[in-house]
Nanobody, 123 residues
């Protein structure tokens, strides 16, 4: 079992930045690829970014490329999502997820989930 806890969400104006954190406990963090997903009001959960176990390979949804950066610190059991140039359409609950294989882009591919953190971007 892996427990994931997100933090760092909040209210920010368009163009601003936030950094989300996801702290893992339980099994060895470095064994898991990590992903970030988001779910806006009335929308399905969608892939945002993912990172391999060693942190060398990343994947992003096109809408956040160049604005968001996923990273991890295996010594701190923590994954991050740095979000810059935020837009109102980025408003959503953001979830981190862990997968014991290579990175994936579908929610169904992930084994463990955090409870989510709300990000609201005002125009």
């Amino acid at each position: 079992q892996v427990q994931l806890v997100e933090s760092g969400g909040g209210l920010v104006q368009a163009g601003g930045s936030l950094r989300l954190s996801c702290v893992a406990s339980g099994r060895t963090f470095s064994r898991y690829a990590m992903g970030w997903f988001r779910q806006g009001p009335g929308k399905e959960r969608e892939f945002v970014a993912a990172l391999t176990r060693g942190g060398l390979t990343t994947s992003y949804v096109d809408s956040v490329k160049g604005r968001f950066t996923i990273s991890r610190d295996n010594a701190k059991n923590t994954a991050y999502l740095q979000m810059n140039s935020l837009k109102p359409e980025d408003t959503a609950v953001y979830y981190c997820a862990a997968r014991g294989l290579n990175i994936g882009r579908l929610p169904s591919e992930y084994d463990y989930w955090g409870q989510g953190t709300q990000v609201t971007v005002s125009s």
